[in-house]
């Protein structure tokens, strides 16, 4: 049952790219005809011997073709057209099957990215951006390597065993027999190399995540690595984890070493067979002299290939390992984004009511106890607390970032476990503690929150909405105005000019419910106040969420609930 094993992914990506049969099947099938074009040439010689050594008693003769010099023009009709075919199928295998590795590939690629992008918080917390990264790349590089090359070379080495067995069969039945007698070992040895690589080339392959794991770690942080003179440290991190990629190659490569010498010890007692039994049937003259070197060529073709078994099965098994991977992740369970009841964002009043809900992070304590909250439509409620105390978590799961663990969230009194989860996160606004800006200009960071709109954004909207972020001054100021390039994570802009700028993307999007937790805390006092009078225009006519320490940045709330320990501990009416 273990040795079975190892078919698994294959079975696993057919089934993937069975809407790629015809393609497969157009690759196989030229693939073969290759081989049988190659392997034509030995048997040809082998008649060419038996033409200029028998003459008229040559097997063509007996064919029906008697004259030799016949015999001969017909042999090298026969040759021009196999090297022709052998050279054409050669081109036609290698279309097909490099473009049916890039097409799984680029189809692949796209499916696991679409397929994490729905996976929950949970998920991506409990694993690195490295890790992921090299699942969705260089693992997906390792099966097109396969696809490539490796399952062409499967194909061709098993039709020139098939085929050169059945010649040798109806030449000479027991050289036949003698000369594959090795070939079982041979095959049971792939096996055998195959469970033990199995489990060698998973584990590279999760080592190799474990560096760029580091490697993406490291880059992220490298301003603090350079604030703590840490580099050498995390150079030392980078070499444990390198080592280990290395000793576990190692492992590997002593395995699969060994394996093509020990199929050569088998492959050559194939050829002695035939080498010195099969000469002395010639020297007995029960063997003709063609025949023999029909089978002396073709028992090289027969059985060297088999050497390459080893490279092939080294390939499939990493490919394997690689594929496993990727179709793992495709098959980790996801939320689905278009179930539920859908919500009209137009239609949402922005009634949030959350009810006795409960909530622990996996692994971890209970964060909320028996939260119960009642914003109604239209207002602003602020919650404020200490650090830690539960506020971000209550606007995750608003978000739907998690579910909780008892009680519920409820939206125009409709539970948001209900809903399809896209409507409402369409129907949210959210400025998140943590600004992510993406790599590109500034307008393109700000339009980002019209995503899902009908038509375009236009520059005027893109300006309006940076002006009630405060954020138009700051972009006007540099030299490319809103075609600034922010860099990586916005690491070009301050903290306060990133801050505006979500901000800015997330009024953009014109949400019923604005979700705000600790928007402005990274801009100065007269900037906040700037924005707070924004906010006072912005809120009308929706509901907003403000998380927040500063008490000016919650002094218009019509509520204030304060968040203790996971619970809240206290509300009260407008403080402005
Ligand atoms: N993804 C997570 N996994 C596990 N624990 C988490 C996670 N996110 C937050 N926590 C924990 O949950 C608790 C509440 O966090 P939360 O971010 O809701 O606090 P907060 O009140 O918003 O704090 P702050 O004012 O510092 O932003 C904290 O103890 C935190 O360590």
Redesign the pocket.
């Known amino acids: 049952m273990r040795l079975l094993n190892p078919a698994a992914p294959l079975r696993r990506l057919y089934r993937y790219g069975f809407r790629h049969r015809a393609q497969m099947r157009w690759a196989v099938f030229c693939s073969i005809m290759n081989k049988l074009c190659d392997l034509a040439p030995e048997i040809l010689i082998g008649a060419a011997v038996d033409v200029v050594v028998r003459r008229d008693q040559s097997f063509l003769a007996s064919a029906g073709l008697v004259d030799p010099v016949w015999q001969v023009g017909l042999l090298g009709v026969l040759t021009l057209l196999v090297w022709g075919g052998e050279s054409l199928f050669q081109y036609l295998y290698q279309v097909a099957w490099r473009n049916l590795a890039q097409t799984m590939q680029h189809e692949l690629r796209l499916d696991a990215f679409a397929h994490v992008q729905k996976l929950d ?1 949970a998920f991506f ?1 409990d694993r690195s951006t490295g890790s992921l990264v090299s699942i969705l790349n260089d693992d997906i590089n390792q099966l097109e390597r396969f696809l490539d090359d490796g399952a062409n070379r499967i194909l061709q080495i098993s039709t020139g065993c098939l085929g050169v067995g059945a010649v040798f069969f109806a030449i000479q039945p027991t050289i036949a027999v003698l000369s594959m007698l090795p070939m079982p070992f041979i095959i049971a040895g792939s096996f055998w190399f195959q469970y033990k690589a199995e489990p060698l080339y998973a584990e590279v392959r999760e080592k190799a995540g474990l560096i760029s794991a580091r490697l993406a770690n490291s880059l992220t942080g490298i301003a603090t690595i350079k604030s703590y003179t840490a580099e050498d440290r995390e150079a030392v991190g980078l070499a444990a984890d390198s080592d280990t990629y290395r000793k576990a190659n190692g492992a590997a490569i002593k395995l699969s070493s060994a394996f093509i010498p020990v199929v050569r010890m088998g492959v050559l007692a194939g050829f002695m067979v035939t080498l010195v039994y099969g000469g002395w049937l010639a020297l007995e003259g029960s063997l003709a002299i063609g025949a023999y070197s029909v089978l002396i060529f073709l028992s090289q073709r027969l059985l060297w290939p088999l050497t390459e078994m080893g490279s092939t099965v080294d390939l499939y098994q990493r490919a394997m390992a690689s594929t496993r991977r990727v179709l793992d992740l495709i098959d980790t369970p996801a939320p689905a984004l278009d179930q539920g009841q859908p919500l009209a964002v137009a239609d949402v009043k922005g009634d949030i009511r959350f009810d006795g809900v409960s909530f622990a ?2 692994g ?1 304590d209970r ?1 909320l106890e028996d939260v119960s909250a009642h914003i109604p439509a239209g207002t602003v409620a602020a919650f404020i ?10 606007a ?1 799961l608003l978000m739907r970032f998690y579910e909780p663990a008892r009680g519920q969230v409820l939206l125009d009194g409709v539970p948001i476990a209900t809903l399809r989860l896209h409507d409402l996160r369409r129907a949210i606004g959210f400025v998140s ?1 943590d600004v992510f800006l993406f790599d590109g200009t500034i307008a393109e960071n700000i339009a980002y929150g019209a995503i899902g709109r009908a038509g375009p954004v236009d520059a005027a909207e893109i300006e309006r909405v940076a002006k009630l972020a405060e954020a138009h001054e700051f972009i006007t100021s540099l030299p490319q105005g809103y075609d600034t390039l922010v860099g990586e994570r916005g690491q070009k802009l301050s903290g306060g000019q990133r801050q505006r700028l979500s901000l800015a993307r997330a009024i953009l999007k014109d949400a019923p419910i604005l979700v705000l ?2 928007a402005t805390s990274a801009v100065d006092n007269e900037t906040e106040a700037a924005i707070q009078r924004s906010l006072e225009t912005i809120a009308i006519g929706r509901t907003t969420l403000v ?1 927040a ?1 500063r008490l000016t940045t919650i002094r218009h709330a019509d509520q204030v609930f304060t ?1 203790e320990d996971g619970r809240i501990a206290c509300v009260r009416g407008r403080v402005g």
Do not use: N
């Open positions: 918080m917390e992070y996996a971890r964060v607390g200490t650090t830690g105390s539960g506020k971000s978590t209550l995750k503690q937790d600790e998380i320490h968040v």
